[in-house]
């Protein structure tokens, strides 16, 4: 029997509901191209339903105190602990990951409801002085309503984590539509948080295509916050609607992340960490390095040295291998495309160029590690973000220039630097336009309790998760409280 659900249904009030309208979509291994199971086509309907039951069970744990909710959260990460081995080998059989890398992500997930679980015992608002005698002056902390939570394919169970888990600990009601092409992993973890205690009909799952399930969520009137993770053309669309409700909203978008390589840098710590920031999941992180920049000086070393390792990158699943399939068939053309333009326009590719055809690849979505050099910084693949495993490399004179191009970039998401010289570093960090500067290694990295998220077209400027995701699922109260002491 596969692990893969046969059909993904959506979670509305506590229960599997197939789509209202009875639709439904494959789901395809981008590893091998063949169907692996069917979702549910879901459309406004569905959506309204999902927001209903989220609405009608919001009030009852809004009024579960902190605390409470933190220790179900807390029976939520054990139970997606004991189930690791089952939902990572649904992340891997839909996304095409090896075991390894699916369990990683499954102990990313659940870090995030460990820490989102400790922080219903916070929730922390302030105390401050009153301006007026015999006052007391605080803020508390209350629930937003609804969130609406839209995610993206590429790490699918930390993306349910980063949203659900801070969405639930403030005392929201939830409606997540997970990306089509990774359904299974939210589809099993909404099952495990209500096994382990959470209840019934907060959690909604809307599963479906983005263009026919994202706007209604968005556009829902009882939908109080929205939190989405994607590409920035969709964020835009979603910060308009969002916007003309007054709608709060936040963002994590895109990225065309800048890995800088200067003269004095530890060359093979800086092959190392282009390679895994570069390649790894296939390049399919908002944090990817996609551009690496590369002193005059150590030009030639560098570039040596990272074709050698991209030239040993194994393709496929198994545990030996280094980088697995892109996540769809669309994406792979896409990035094609974007390659052949490049090469086009006087682009030297370095390395692979276009989709991979080896045994046991040919079916699947796979495209070849691809290096490019020679690329005008103002061409079109210098600015658009390929999620794919597709680097280019610029040659610069020295350090002005290269935090020039790192910051000439319609992206702000991360950037690294490699140098041995703490001057250059901590200036690198002072002037890069970036949400997270990194020294000495890869342009990726999150941690449960780090406020991630980029300035530019990267976000509109929140950041998740950390205690900073409390101030997206939740609202500021001011209070205050007027004492008569004479009445004591
Ligand atoms: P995408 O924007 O196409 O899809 C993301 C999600 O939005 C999916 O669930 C999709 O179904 C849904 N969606 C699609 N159209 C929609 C619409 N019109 N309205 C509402 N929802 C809609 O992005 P993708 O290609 O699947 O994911 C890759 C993108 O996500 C990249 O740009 C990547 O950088 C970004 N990303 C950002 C972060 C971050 O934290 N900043 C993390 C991961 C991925």
Redesign the pocket.
């Known amino acids: 029997m596969s692990a893969y659900p046969e059909l993904i249904a959506n979670l509305v009030a506590g229960r599997d509901a197939p789509a209202l309208s009875g639709a439904e979509v494959e789901v395809l291994s981008p590893h091998s191209g063949a169907p692996i199971g069917r979702l549910a086509r879901s459309g406004e309907a569905d959506v309204a339903a999902a927001v209903a039951s989220a609405r009608a069970a919001q009030p009852a744990w809004a009024a579960t105190p902190g605390v409470r909710r933190g220790e179900i959260l807390h029976a939520i990460a054990n139970a997606l602990e004991a189930r690791r081995e089952e939902l990572a080998r649904i992340v891997a059989l839909e996304a095409g990951k090896r075991m390894a890398d699916s369990l990683g992500e499954v102990g990313a997930a659940v870090q995030c409801a460990r820490f989102f679980a400790g922080e219903g015992q916070r929730l922390f608002g302030r105390t401050m002085t009153s301006g007026t005698p015999n006052r007391w002056a605080m803020t508390v902390r209350r629930p937003c309503g609804v969130a609406g939570l ?6 699918p169970a930390p ?1 349910f984590a ?1 949203k659900v888990f801070p969405a639930l600990i403030c005392g929201n009601g939830v409606v997540l ?5 990774t359904p299974g992993s939210a589809w099993l973890m909404a099952r495990i948080c209500e096994e382990a205690g959470l209840p019934k009909g907060l959690l909604n799952v809307v599963h ?4 026919e ?3 209604p ?2 556009a829902h009137p009882q939908v109080d916050v929205i939190s ?8 835009r ?2 910060a308009e609607t969002a916007g003309r409700q007054l709608k709060k909203v936040s963002l ?4 065309k992340n800048a890995l800088i390589v200067c003269d004095d840098a530890d060359l093979d710590n800086a092959v190392h960490w282009a390679k895994l920031a570069s390649f790894s999941n296939a390049g ?4 990817a390095s996609s551009r690496l920049v590369v002193f005059d000086a150590v030009y030639d070393a560098f570039v040596r040295k990272f074709l050698a390792a991209t030239a040993a990158l194994k393709l496929g699943v198994d545990d030996d291998c280094d980088l697995g399939p892109v ?1 769809n068939r669309r ?1 792979l053309d896409n990035m094609c495309a974007a390659v052949e333009r490049a090469a086009a326009a006087g682009a030297k590719v370095l390395a692979g160029g276009g989709r991979a055809t080896g045994p046991g690849l040919s079916s699947g979505f796979y495209m070849q590690p691809t290096v490019l050099e020679g690329v005008d910084p103002k061409a079109e693949i210098s600015g658009a ?1 390929l ?1 794919g495993p597709i680097p280019v490399i610029y040659r610069v004179p020295g350090f002005e220039a290269a935090i020039a191009l790192a910051n000439a970039s319609p992206y702000g ?1 991360t950037a690294a630097i490699h140098t041995r010289d703490v001057d250059r570093a901590l200036t690198f960090v002072d002037r890069i336009e970036t949400g997270v500067a990194v020294i000495n290694a890869g342009t990726h990295g ?1 941690e449960p309790h780090m406020p ?3 300035v530019k077209a ?2 509109n400027g929140t950041r ?1 998760p950390g205690t900073e995701a409390l101030d997206i699922y939740s609202e500021l109260r001011d209070v205050y409280v007027n004492v008569r002491p004479e009445r004591a």
């Open positions: 839209i995610i993206a394919a590429n790490t993306n980063w539509k997970p990306a089509e092409d479906g295509l983005g263009a399930v994202g706007p969520i968005v989405f993770t994607g590409s920035t053309r969709v964020g669309e979603i994590e978008l895109g990225g399919q992180r908002c944090a996540i994406q973000e999620f998401l999150s991630f998220g980029g990267s976000g998740e």
